[in-house]
């Protein structure tokens, strides 16, 4: 991430009225600030983050079937061969368009191009998520009434 692409996300967020927002990535953490319009200045804190530091301990140990008779698969290599559904905005996950209602999709479900998979919750406004692909769920990666992050995956899907 450059500099250009720090000031334009400050600017961003000051135009869309959020308080605080927070974006960590593999080597760099920003929290940006804004304060209300009575004379507080926005405040950005940029924080590189040690290359060691991103590493966790479980994530260096691959997942082995040791009952298997097929070779060793990791559990990486076994969701390559799926497509992942990302976020396209920061807010709050929801499975169900009301409490009341069904989950949008659940594992196993069919889906197809246009189908609307979840909403997220931003700045009190409902946005649905629809698919871009078609194939069958295979997981949620998110919990109900969660918060999400940009680009963070939602759903697995099986595209064949």
């Known amino acids: 991430m450059n500099i250009k ?20 990535m593999e080597d760099i953490k920003i929290t940006i600030r804004t304060g209300d319009n009575h004379g507080k200045t926005d405040t950005t804190y940029i924080q590189q983050v040690p290359a060691m530091g991103a590493l966790q301990p479980q994530a260096m140990v691959p997942h082995v079937d040791v009952a298997a008779d097929k070779p060793l698969e990791t559990e990486a290599d076994e969701d390559a061969k799926y497509v992942t559904i990302k976020s396209p905005i920061i807010g709050t996950f929801y499975r169900k368009s009301s409490p009341d209602k ?37 997981k ?21």
């Open 140 to 160: 949620v990666l998110v919990d109900d009434a969660s918060p999400v992050e940009f680009d963070q995956p939602l759903f697995l899907v099986d595209p064949s």
């Open 5 to 24: 692409d720090i000031q334009n996300l400050i600017k961003f967020v000051a135009r869309s009225g959020a308080t605080e927002v927070k974006l960590e």
């Open 102 to 138: 069904p989950a949008f999709v659940e594992v196993g479900d069919t889906i197809k191009d246009g189908d609307v998979l979840c909403v997220i919750e931003a700045m009190k406004l409902f946005n649905e998520i629809e698919s871009e692909i078609s194939g069958k769920i295979i």
